[in-house]
């Protein structure tokens, strides 16, 4: 079974406007953390934001926010005022457990287009 | 602060050649790993270390062998390469404890290797 599940394959949003990209994950841990990275044109891996599994806020980074749902085990990224800068690949990604060689699983990715 | 460090940025190969791949940080993190990245399969994990002198397989390792003899250096070795090694390979890195699950992987710029 796949750890981390990020099905829509491609998503387009209008400029100015709010998109939530879907994530949901797969574990038996208690302990583990959720991130969600950028990944432009231009190839680079961009680290955006983190929400723990015990934290009782939602993450916010600036325009970037965290939907996480515990009990349905989903951790959307919402990203708020929608920039042509904001058009990437965007891969949710899991860490597990309280070990030092804990290791970051990755999603498949959602290709995000930001119209003018 | 250079941040991680790959090289090459690109390479082509021939079938059966052998090549390493440079990884390098000045961040001081314990914690280093390389991911392929392949059209729709997101990033996935082939080896990584804990620390100099730890290394430990990832999900794809066949092909693949690296060492860690300094805290700084993370080479990854193909060793006789083969077409189905053609992708773009990240190095990433972070700091590794107990409980870091809140510590997010700082990735390089990438090389994309190419086998005929």
């Known amino acids: 079974a796949q750890k981390i599940t990020q099905t829509q394959p491609g998503m387009f949003v209008q400029e100015k406007e709010a998109v939530t990209l879907d994530c949901t994950y797969d574990t038996s841990d208690q302990s583990y953390g959720l991130f969600w990275y950028k990944q432009p044109s231009s190839g680079e891996m961009i680290f955006l934001i983190y929400?723990?599994?015990?934290?009782?806020q939602n993450a916010t980074e600036g325009r970037y926010s965290l939907n996480f749902q515990k009990a349905r085990k989903s951790a959307n990224l919402v990203i708020s005022a929608s920039q042509l800068g904001d058009s990437a690949m965007y891969f949710c990604a899991m860490r597990e457990g309280w070990e030092a060689n804990s290791k970051l699983t990755f999603g498949k990715g959602i290709t995000l287009s930001v119209r003018p | 602060n250079a941040g991680v460090t790959q090289t090459p940025k690109f390479q082509v190969l021939k079938t059966g050649q052998s090549m390493t791949l440079q990884c390098a940080q000045d961040?001081?993190?314990?914690?280093m790993s390389w991911y392929r990245q392949d059209p729709g399969m997101g990033l996935r994990l082939i080896h990584y270390?804990?620390?100099?002198?730890?290394?430990d397989q990832g999900e794809v390792p066949n092909g693949y062998n690296v060492s860690r003899s300094t805290t700084e250096d993370f080479p990854l070795r193909l060793l006789s390469a083969a077409p189905s090694q053609t992708s773009v390979y990240f190095c990433?890195?972070?700091?590794?404890?107990?409980?870091?699950?809140?510590?997010?992987?700082?990735f390089g710029d990438g090389t994309r290797l190419s086998i005929l």
């Open positions: 990433a890195s972070s700091y590794s404890y107990t409980g870091a699950l809140n510590q997010p992987q700082h």
């Open positions: 961040m001081n993190h314990e914690y």
């Open positions: 270390s804990v620390g100099a002198g730890i290394t």
């Open positions: 929400q723990g599994s015990y934290d009782e």
